[in-house]
């Protein structure tokens, strides 16, 4: 199967739609979309559960948009979460949500991951639900900011971490390839599935890398 292509906001247009976001929470407290649905959430929790991942890890939740995801994290029981985003209108509305929510102990950055600062290291566990699909449709350099998007991954992410990743734009042999270096594919996770023109396909692929 092709790339499930998926349009994606330009890069100059993020900052935009989560001030929109940010000023619906602050109108009927909606913290808005969430990436690939509920399902997508309970998908990366219930891998971590089964993999029985201590509850103390670090997880850094790169492009964290809302922080919907750390929060349902904190409530699963994860004690040492940060999530980055490069929007600092995305960032002001996961510390809305967060405060709604009550969980002060997750930690939130304004960052660019293509240019991460020297503290972004050291993790556990990454992951990524449409950030790596929205750097990639970046018309400016998409290939050379996908090379850096594996580097700033192996500087931030701890040997043997696990990385989990949820694209809409990549098959799990394009994902493969794009992270040959310096990972290994552990799993693929059960995504919803569809049928077109006889043929059955993904619309979502997600992975676990483990850190060489």
Same mark, same amino acid.
Do not use: H
């Given at each position: ?35 690939? /649905? ?38 699963? /029981? ?65 290939? /050379? ?68």
């Amino acid at each position: 199967f092709p790339s499930n292509v998926l349009s994606f906001p330009s890069v100059s247009s993020w900052d935009a739609a989560y001030e929109r976001e940010l000023q619906t929470f602050q109108d009927i407290g909606d913290a808005g979309e969430i990436w690939f /649905g509920e399902e997508s959430m309970v998908r990366i929790i219930r891998w971590l559960e089964k993999q029985k991942v201590p509850l103390d890890s670090s997880v850094l939740d790169i492009g964290t948009g809302n922080g919907v995801l750390l929060i349902e994290l904190a409530k699963s /029981g994860y004690t040492d979460l940060t999530g980055i985003d490069y929007s600092p209108s995305a960032i002001q509305l996961s510390e809305k949500v967060r405060e709604k929510e009550g969980m002060s102990n997750i930690k939130l950055k304004v960052e660019d991951f293509l240019a991460p600062s020297a503290e972004l290291s050291g993790f556990e566990i990454c992951i990524d639900k449409g950030t790596f699909d929205a750097i990639s449709l970046n018309p400016d350099n998409a290939v /050379g900011k996908r090379k850096q998007y594996v580097r700033s991954l192996c500087s931030a992410l701890k040997p043997e971490g696990f990385f989990l990743i949820t694209s809409c734009n990549w098959t799990k042999e394009e994902l493969l390839k794009e992270f040959s270096e310096g990972f290994e594919i552990l799993e693929e996770l059960p995504t919803p599935k569809f049928c077109f023109g006889g043929r059955i396909g993904n619309s979502v692929t997600a992975l676990v890398f483990q850190r060489t």
